[in-house]
T-cell receptor
């Protein structure tokens, strides 16, 4: 069965420092991996995705993520954190098969950027 | 901004009332989803649809029901609301043919049952 793990409930980073939000996955076949961000009282917004090709993908707001097949990981990164990056971040995996296209979300990681 | 809309954004009602949460999208997407988000943040898939007249139950058992009579509309109904239904409900859609496509989410409906 597909699964996604975000091992950290919360990550605290000082403004200007690099940030990493971790995600590991388990899926049969080739995974499609996504990161979403949720601001308070809002829906989720798409940040970036990995489908195929270059393992380092770049997305919105300066975020990037690295796909590591051997470690089954897809960690979200940003070189220099901003206070406005404080939000809830979700990793998701999609492994479409004929007749069954489930999208599974991790439990979410709350990112706090300290001024 | 994605063209997917949820109403109401906030609803406070008494136990036993019937409620319908509306979700509409103008993108022509075939696949639509309802997620329940608990206070601990986690998202739970409760219903999904692959197109008109298609509805399936998700991973989390829910007393709610859904319908898909039109492509753009995917309402969720609770016949008799209870305090345990208090939660944030998120609607999402994605194009059917784009298996690599991301989900587009509405702003959510926060339901409080007293």
């Amino acid at each position: 069965a597909q699964s996604v793990a975000q091992p950290e409930d919360q990550v605290n980073v000082a403004e200007g420092n690099p940030l990493t939000v971790k995600c590991t996955y388990s899926v049969s076949g080739n995974p499609y991996l996504f990161w979403y961000v949720q601001y308070p009282n809002r829906g989720l917004q798409f940040l970036l995705k990995y489908i195929t090709g270059d393992n380092l993908v770049k997305g919105s707001y300066g975020f990037e993520a690295e796909f590591n097949k051997s470690q089954t990981s897809f960690h979200l990164k940003k070189p220099s954190a901003l206070v406005s990056d404080s939000a809830l971040y979700f990793c998701a995996v999609r492994a479409p098969r004929e007749g069954d296209d489930k999208i599974i979300f991790g439990k979410g990681t709350r990112l706090h950027i300290l001024p | 901004e994605a063209d997917i809309y949820q109403t109401p954004r906030y609803l406070v009602i008494g136990t036993g009332k019937k409620i319908t949460l509306e979700c509409s999208q103008t993108m022509g997407h075939d696949k639509m989803y309802w997620y329940q988000q608990d206070p601990g943040m986690e998202l739970h898939l409760i219903h999904y649809s692959y197109g008109v007249n298609s509805t399936e139950k998700g991973d989390l058992s829910s007393e709610s029901t859904v319908s898909r009579i039109r492509t753009e509309h995917f309402p969720l109904t609770l016949e008799s609301a209870r305090p345990s239904h208090t939660s944030q409900y998120l609607c999402a859609s994605t194009p059917a043919l784009a298996a690599t496509g991301e989900l587009f989410f509405g702003e959510g409906s926060r339901l409080t049952v007293l």
